[in-house]
């Protein structure tokens, strides 16, 4: 289909942004004058209350029309990436960000060289809106290093990317695998598919010419991966935070009895319930030996149910009614402002995301095709969509940027609403019996998987943090190890097992993982409490969309009632798993 | 064959360094107080030109321990490898000197922050041994940075090997070559064999099987060949160089202008004698379109020639009659003395190499096999050895080991007399025509490939460290620019000749390769003038040998009457490369 063909109705209006490219370039003259202006404050930032406002609304003033800009000229480059009048402003608005990135990094170190000044200004009643992100500049005083050394460092970064560079270009061809006398394609994107495959030969070749090639190459992988944890070291080191694990909390302003607590909970004293689904697996799919790579073998036939926008539309609004009418209103109006550009056409970017700025709206990329999948994602975005939307109206420009941190929880708890209304409508056992196998290995994925992932690149820190060497086979040991623990006595681990932990680009990201888990436990909990009428629960849950970025991510999760630091969370979490794993049981065992 | 099978008089006798393992370790324990010693310095070393100079002393007893440590057990076990008591001692001496390079960190620091004592001290006739060696440190000076600048640097050792990490981990494996319907394994071992072949197809499907595979990583090794660059960049600039170039110099105390001398004589003045060589290939081999891939098709019949070890010997003892009885001797005394392991045997390590301490004799491991290669081998072999003997005897220990960068001087020395001599006696025009061919394949990969290589990866730093991106594009466009400027009209470029340059591996060591061009050239030079029988340069050159490292590696060629960054030493060089070339052609066209 071309996006020609597509009724008006069904795509983006970016009209809403900028009429015409005359309203563009102007709005691309004012930032340079802007970020002009910006400069002018160098050296005298600090000098004044008036001044420091003044600077901070000009800054503000800046940050809200690039991020405008860049917002609809990524919007229209991804649907029609051939237009060249939209890759110049695409470009023209990443110039702009780059040299405002540039040309400003004087701000924060005038504002610690100065901070006894700075700390009175922001006690000024004008300044409240700057106060919290002042304070997130002041808080990285004790990592902030002399003048000489920053250059120092600085200049690291040109040789500190080699690893992370050397995973990304090292692109493995992989033999093909023979399904049914015919030969097919092997590659990161297809593998998923062949592990879902009945025939457990399929399966095997599929895992082992997969893997194989990466035990071919783990002498550049152990490099590549010991060589990454050893530049968080390093930084983590030169920036005087204990270790790796801290200076990653440090950015999201989290303590380290978040990580230490979800650990605790999903990795150790959860994971039985993980087990007690192998080995149902292992039941139903009859297997007398049930290898790593058979886990993935669907235990109910896919959902086949077919859904109009329209429908999708009403599904979604009746799935948010606990969260009341205000929310309702907020997704009537996507409709009717057209946030939404449903429809896959040649060119258009794959994938789906919810993409915006404080002065647009809330955007949406879908692909939408009709199914099951299709309505998820939808919800999903669409939760996205509605905490922006929340939070800019109600947080100045500011504050109301959120952290990846909380986002997720915004998008996942809809799609337990979407989940928990599907199930009261469903209109057999099978529908039912689908819905839940869904959530589970959704829930696999993100409750149990993600933790071990944390468990063993913590591990590695800790080696390389201690000047252990890492050779291919201490790292594939381990993980392996791991691995045995994680899947349980129902599981036998296939000897390449071990290499696989080369494949996951995760354990480049610095202690990155262990946020899947934050995300989905407390959507968890929040769907839970939401299903059994808690209405406080709503309306803590309404008012932290509210809340925007306007305090720390913890914080902000506390106002939720969902305090990641407690077990209560994970408690009611890992319970509400339970209770998905006790229906799909029933229901799989009588079907 | 076994060890045991070999008579003794053709094995080295290791036990003039130790008769039984009891002497070994109470050499073993000396050399643990003697650390104790050195450490008890720390803080005082500086105080008095007395403690000063014990320091010194207990530091040289203490290095020349260790070195005759290590010689013994490399030697025993690079002969037998199996032996777990070889293994342990060779281990032992390992562990001592990481000891001894962690413990002793401490001197250049209190050497440098006490520097003008220091420069009083080393005035006092009692140090004269350690002028040369202290004013070495003292160099350092104005690239040392502050304790805390220091220890940050000396962290990003952890994070900076990357490149070259996964450059020596990512073994590539290749398609193998039909030849005569059958398949034979191509590695970096077999490649250059395929290109000799007779067969063009052979040739262009090993140079295609081979570096096709190159090309499929090329996005890797575009990383890590940048990576270096910029690793180069990075400690140059850090360490306050004008650029990577003038770091690898300082090094060598060398100036600018001898890397500069180099490119413009060999690169650029000398090309076309190459041309003229690739020219005469050309017609030789009566090729309508010669490729890159062509060049290695030997010209001449392999000179089959056997030689007995006695006879080897006679050989070599003649040819270096122009140096003189001295040298001579030094050449008896390896064989009376059983300096040499001649014989290959199961589990001996393969190659060659020249390997003693001051303490100990300049031992030599070959794998003689009787070829004109195996004869070449020796006599380049007993120029180091023979480069040693003089300097331990002529020099204290502080400054009698010399530097890669002279070396090489020493040992193709030899090779050149070794040539003359035999094509003085040289039996046919086919031995007559191999030698000089052989000549000529060996200079043309010293003084006109290297130079090339040289010029090369001084434009990829230079591009770095003005901060242009290198990707694989540009990486390899370049290389095939400078390749096609560099072989000439008579050769014609392979498309994939761009990508070869992924296969270097010098061009990780920052500018190392120029220093074969330096050590060919004068080596060419010595050889030419000794050949007109110019007693003065055998003088020179003998007192250059007997020199060691007494001084940088620049004035130490002066002394031996080639100063490298004058035209003449290159002219000389090059006058001598033509007359093999004019006598080669002569011969080559009436045979």
Known sequence: MERKDIELQYTWDLSSIYQNDQVFNNDVNKAKDLLNKCISYKGILSSSSSNYLAYLETQTTLSRLLNKLYCYAHLASDVEPDNQAHQQKLSEALTLFQQVSNELTFVDLEIIEHQEQIREYIKDPRLKNYVYTTNEVLRYIPHTLTKEMEELLSETNKIS?????????????????????????????????????????????????????????????????????KKDAFYAKARKYQDSLEASLFHDDAPRKLFEKILEMANLKYRPLFHRYNALKKKVLKLDTM???DLSVPLVEENERKFE???????????????????????????????????????????????????????????????????????????HSCHSYLSNHNQPAETADYRIFVAEVASTVNEMLLMQYMMKNAKSKQEKASLLYELLEECVGLIFRQPMFADYEHKLHQAVENDQPLSS????????????????????????????????????????????????????????????????????????????????????????GVDPTKDELYIDAFNYFESILNQFEEIITTI
């Open 291 to 293: 290898y790593n790579y």
């Open 473 to 560: 086979q201490n790292i594939t040991e381990l993980y392996n190890q791991l691995n045995q623990a994680y899947f349980g006595d129902d599981v036998v681990l296939h000897e390449l097992a071990g290499v696989s932990c080369y494949y996951i680009p995760h354990f480049y990201y610095n202690y990155y993982v262990y946020k899947y888990t934050l995300g989905m436990c407390t959507s968890l909990a929040i769907a839970n409490r939401i299903e059994k009428g808690d209405q406080e629960q709503v309306d803590n849950y309404l008012a932290f969309l509210k809340s925007g970025g306007s305090d720390s991510p913890i914080e902000l999760l506390k106002k939720a």
């Open 161 to 229: 990317d080699v690893s992370s560079n050397v995973f990304s270009a090292l692109r493995l061809e992989f033999d093909p695998v023979m399904v049914d006398g015919k030969e097919e394609f092997l590659n990161q994107g297809t593998l998923s598919i062949f592990l879902k495959n009945k025939d457990a030969s399929v399966r095997k070749q599929a895992y082992e010419n997969f893997f194989s090639k990466y035990k071919a190459f783990e002498n550049v992988y152990a490099n590549t991966l010991s060589g990454v944890m």
């Open 309 to 383: 926008i329209e429908e999708a539309f009403s599904i979604i609004l009746e799935a948010v009614t606990p969260l009341g009418q205000e929310y309702q209103a907020i997704i009537k109006k996507s409709k009717e402002e057209r946030w939404i550009d449903f429809y896959p056409h040649v060119k258009k970017r794959s994938g789906a995301y919810s993409s915006g700025a404080y002065d647009t709206k809330p955007f949406i990329l879908m692909n939408f095709v009709g199914d099951y999948s299709s309505l998820s994602t939808m919800i999903h975005e669409l939760g």
